[in-house]
């Protein structure tokens, strides 16, 4: 069975940047597509992109790029989300989620991590 | 990018009663490509139904999905007071994807 598990809270100022870990087990690393998903205090979930280290791929919502980065080490089995110049609306829960590399675009995201809350404030 | 709309935003049943949630693509989606989830407070989501009707691991019979087109549908047959969550649609489409606003589903 697969588990995720991320990095503690953060606290960051405004303008600096932001890296969140996702450390997953009990299968094998290549096979996964990692997602990332916010969720903004009392909103809903927004998908911010993906990583798909078998093939070498990242993909981003619109909106995020140029801004995040994803990357992941194998050896490690994590992959790793950094967001850069933070403003107080970046402040929310980050989570990532696991899909299957090879049908990723229907399996849905499971299981996904615990969340990591970032607090972007002066 | 595709819009997902869902209807209604929030409901209020009893236990033994029957939920169904909407959800409404602004373009025309394949069934390959439309999951759903729920979310309870202080939670991650979890994974209810992908490809439009498929249940994911351990999840009920009573959790059921199904649509086409742009009108995709959830349905809980007889509600249980877990069943109390935040429910989430989700599409993909040209390597992008998106989620509903959420519906929330109390109960009484």
């Known amino acids: 069975q697969v588990h995720l598990v991320q990095s503690g809270a953060e606290v960051k100022k405004p303008g600096t940047s932001v890296k969140v870990s996702c450390k997953t087990s009990g299968g094998t690393f290549r096979s996964f597509a990692i997602h990332w998903v916010r969720q903004a205090p009392g909103q809903g979930l927004e998908w911010m992109g993906v990583i798909i280290p078998i093939f070498g791929t990242t993909n981003f919502a619109r909106k995020f790029q140029g801004r995040v980065t994803f990357t992941e080490d194998e050896s490690a089995s994590t992959a790793y989300m950094e967001l850069s110049s933070l403003t107080s609306e970046d402040t929310a829960i980050y989570f990532c989620?696991?899909?299957?590399?090879?049908?990723?675009?229907?399996?849905?995201?499971?299981?996904w991590g615990q969340g990591t809350l970032v607090t972007v404030s002066s | 990018e595709i819009v997902l709309t869902q209807s209604p935003g929030s409901l209020s049943l009893s236990p033994g009663e029957r939920a169904t949630l909407s959800c409404r693509t602004s373009q025309t989606i394949s069934t390959s490509y439309l999951a759903w989830y729920h979310q309870k407070p202080g939670q991650a989501p979890r994974l209810l139904i992908y490809a439009t009707s498929t249940r994911a691991t351990d999840i009920p019979d009573r959790f059921s999905g199904s649509g086409s087109g742009t009108d995709f549908t959830l349905t809980i047959s007889r509600l249980e007071p877990e069943d109390s969550a935040v429910y989430y649609c989700?599409?993909?489409?040209?390597?992008?994807?998106?989620f509903g606003q959420g519906t929330k589903v109390e109960i009484k």
């Open positions: 989620a696991k899909s299957d590399a090879y049908t990723y675009a229907s399996g849905g995201f499971a299981p």
């Open positions: 989700q599409q993909y489409h040209s390597a992008i994807w998106t």
